[in-house]
Structure formats: C-alpha cells, structure tokens
C-alpha cells in the first residue's frame, strides 16, 4: 500500500498488540499522565466506559507488556511502563500517528475486528462436504 500514511512497521503493530480503540485510548492516556495511579474508575471516568470496561483495559495493557500494576497510597494502582524499549518506541510511534491520522488507524483497527468476526461466522456456515 504505497499510498497509506501508515508506515508498515505500525501497521504490524497496530494488527498485532491494539486489540480495540478503547485499549489503544486507554494506553495513550497512561503514556501522556505518567504521575497519574490510574485504576479502574479514573481510566473510565476519563474514557467514558464502565469501571469493569476499564479495570478490563488495564489488565490487559499489564498482560501486553505496556503498562504495570504497582502499590499506591490506598489501593493498587497501574502504570504506563512498557516492557522494552522498543515497545516504548512503537508505541510513541503510534501516538504520533494517532494523533494526526486518528481515522486511518481506527480504520485498521477495526478491520482486524471485523476480520475475527468474518472468522468466527465463517465457523457456523453450513458446508457442502460435512
């Protein structure tokens, strides 16, 4: 795709490590507030999602190597800090790109969801040889 303002490397990225828009929103927000103990009702007062949606989010940004969960004043709270500095650098990458072709990488996004849909339909259709 010679044309796409998305550079191969994050488009990989994107297809493999950003499961969803709000995860990418999520992960964004952590890298931009680094003093900020996101847990789950600040990450869904500020992405206007359910506090579940939310905790979900965060632990799955843990699993995915770019965020930690650590001790805070409180109760537990989770970090952006990604595993390696090459995530690091793709995700600064994304932000970047994010930031100024917002459409073109929901559009990939989504079609990766919308390829797992494909996917998971194609498993209930009826076929000739069974």
Not at 83 to 88: N, P, T, V
Not at 106 to 112: A, K, N, Q, R, Y
Request: charged share 25%.
């Amino acid at each position: 795709m010679a044309n796409t303002p998305i550079p191969e490397d994050l488009r990989r990225f994107i297809l493999t490590s950003i499961p969803s828009v709000p995860f990418l929103e999520a992960l964004l927000l952590m890298r931009a507030d680094l003093n900020q103990a996101w847990r789950g009702d600040t990450l869904a007062a500020r992405l206007y999602v359910r506090e579940k949606t939310a905790e979900s989010l965060l632990h799955e940004l843990c699993t995915a190597g770019m965020a930690e969960r650590y001790d805070a004043p409180g109760a537990p709270a989770y970090r952006y800090r990604p595993e390696s500095a090459l995530l690091r650098a793709r995700v600064d990458g994304l932000a970047g790109l994010y930031a100024s072709h917002l459409v073109e990488v929901t559009l990939v996004i989504h079609s990766t969801l919308d390829r797992k849909a494909q996917q998971f339909a194609d498993a209930f259709k009826w076929r000739k040889d069974a």
